[in-house]
């Protein structure tokens, strides 16, 4: 692998736990990577090499549809592309408005301080829809899985998601 910025030999390394690579391109600013190969050049230049990344999006996308505090905007999207719907698509099939989608995707502040969050039908039905994307234990499963996380009391808080690839294993998994 050489650099494309200046041509230097690059030497690459596989991020760790201590040491993840936050996922930047997954849009998603609390999701971090282990195992990945990083390079990194003395101009500055950094290069990733994320295998399977579909695979991947498919764990994160479990992990988002399973956690219990509503959706992020940042999440909503990413859940939205993974399901590979336009917004203007989405926001129909929600019942909303393209602009009030855009609003909660781009984390907009309301004039009461609070940001634009999608209501809990709509949240869970981004879970659904996202879910039947992936196509992965039945929809009934994940039905019951949502009726029980509304049940437990929402932190509220921003966790990080941590995702890990060993070097022998072919597949991505959470490495909480
Ligand atoms: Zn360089």
């Known amino acids: 692998m050489r650099c494309p910025g200046c041509d230097r030999g690059l030497k690459g390394q596989k991020t760790t736990l201590e040491q993840p690579y936050q996922y930047v391109e997954s849009g998603l600013a609390h999701v971090f990577l282990v195992g990945v190969t990083l390079y990194t050049c003395q101009c500055g230049e950094e290069l990733v090499e994320i295998p399977k990344v579909e695979q991947l999006d498919g764990v994160i996308a479990k992990a988002l549809i399973q956690k219990i505090d509503p959706l992020s905007g940042a999440e909503v999207r990413f859940l939205r592309k993974y399901a590979e719907l336009p917004a203007k698509d989405f926001a129909k099939i929600l019942g909303i408005s393209p602009e009030h989608l855009s609003r909660v995707e781009n984390k907009k502040v309301q004039r009461t301080g609070a940001t634009y969050v999608l209501g809990a039908a709509a949240d869970k039905l981004t879970r659904v829809i996202a879910h039947k994307a992936s196509q992965g234990e039945s929809i009934k499963e994940v039905l019951l899985m949502l009726a ?10 921003t966790v990080r998601l941590l995702f890990e690839k060993r070097p022998r294993s072919s597949q991505w998994k959470s490495a909480e």
């Open 148 to 157: 029980k996380t509304s049940e437990k009391k929402a932190s509220r808080k």
